[in-house]
């Protein structure tokens, strides 16, 4: 309960707490509860949006990452839907309500969280069921073998009673009930060591059971920042210069794909120029005159609207796009410049992770993102993932990952973002990215992954497999050596000082073969 209460105030945060309103021709600042359908919201570049709600007036992109995952900020016109939480990157909006503050869809996000985290029922350990039983069972033996054979077939009372002590002391449940904790607090300490953090032994033990991973792309698989992937000349011009004239224009611009192009025009060292008279087209692009000439950048569609696109351009940005690239043209409004394509860059340990989880027996890795299709496909190809799910919004992850724990049993699910804290909490087991998740994530997973490193997946899953082995062995051995020990003392050739150190051997034993998941470390 404290977990969900966390992850509902680390929810509430996201969205203001208020808002500014135009109601009769005045603009007032309240409180999102008083806000109500229909009321007219006016949102300013560089603000959070209070309220869900439809474009009215206005032009903008919106970075709407931390409700649907999607990579990059998503133009928005008239009649498009805007939701609380994300964030107005550029231009002024004007938005009329279509939610109360109780059904925005970020409220709804919290709601989910709350139903999954109580469909949870609490698993309860075999030794804890079993040991509630045997303790009992133990006792009510030895009574018998202390009182029933000078009872009934005349034995010496002092020989009995003596066997009977014998059976409760080689009855003891010591190594038996230390049998789980000792392999868990070893496990857990082990990979606490190793920056994963894991919230209790029921999670550890789940982790080695599953059969099914599905990722969150953005942060998690990918690095959650664009970068310039292709630039293509298509004037006689040399990238250098392609780059330099991009990156005059958009270091007057605060978009992600601006900030793209200026990181990769300093580390290529690209030519310098000087731009002026620059303006944003919203939505699609920017201008601006550059020695004497008017230049252009932008969306494909800008340039439609300037001239005629050539095929052969047209099947160079369609290939680009098939491979899930944002491409950006440079031109004048004579001709195309060249074409830049931008990505969100896949983490470099993400296919070998990939292939490492199916070596080591998960059945199947699906990606689910809120990116569109082309671009989740490509990703999820370029990886070797076994399946790929795009365009989905929170409901839709929590819905596939319940889909997927019919159909596999233990499925975990590895995100960072709040989009994903309802589909980590129905998972079998939620694994958080740490240093790049969000404190949702965090609070509503059952492991962190804390320095933000997925090749600890593979470990985490491989030690948990071994925990797992170990309590078994535990078990096992604990059982077996009890068993042993009862038929030995009933001809008496068991004494007390033997039983004493059959029930300790075998505490000190199962504490030492626990001991081993000390040494478990990660091998690529």
Known sequence: MDKARQSIRSLMDIAPNRATISRDNELIEMDVEDIQVDDIMIIKSGEKIAMDGIVIKGQSSINQSSITGESIPVYKTLNDEV?????????????KVTKL?????IAKI???????????????????KFAKYYTPAIMIIA?????????????????????GLAVLVVGCPCALVISTPVAI??????????GVLIKGGIHLEEAGKLNAIAFDKTGTLTEGKPEVTNIIALSGMNEKAILGISQAIESFSTHPLASAIIRKAKNDQAEKYMASD???????????????????IGSPSLFTEILTISNEVHQQIGDLQTQGKTVMLLGTNQQIIGLIAVADQVRKESIAIIRNLHQIGIKKTIMLTGDNKATGEAIGNQLGLTETKAELLPEDKLNEIKDLRN???????????????PALAASTVGIAMGGAGTDTALETADIALMA???????????????????????????????????????????TLWLAIFADMGATLIVVLNSLRLMKTKYSK
Not at 83 to 95: K, R, Y
């Open 185 to 194: 607090v070893t496990a857990i300490g082990n990979a606490a060591r190793r």
């Open 407 to 421: 159909q596999y049993g233990k499925i975990a699910m590895v995100g960072d973002g709040v989009n994903d804290a």
């Open 452 to 494: 933000d490193d997925l090749e600890k997946l593979p470990y985490t899953i491989a030690l948990s497999r071994k925990t797992m082995t170990i309590i078994k062995q535990n078990i096992f051995f604990a059982l077996g050596l009890k068993l042993l020990a009862l038929l030995l003392i009933i001809p008496g050739w068991l």
């Open 110 to 128: 919290i709601h989910l969280v709350e139903e999954a985290q109580a469909e949870r029922a609490p698993s309860q350990l075999f030794v804890d």
């Open 83 to 95: 939701f609380a939480g994300t964030l107005n990157e550029e231009g002024s909006l004007t938005v």
């Open 143 to 163: 009574l018998f073998v202390a009182i029933l054979p000078p009872l009934l077939i005349g034995g010496i009372w002092s020989e009995w009673i003596y066997r």
């Open 101 to 105: 503050v109780k059904d925005t869809t």
């Open 278 to 296: 620059f303006q944003s087209i919203t939505g699609k692009g920017a201008k601006a005159i550059i020695e004497n000439k008017e230049y252009f």
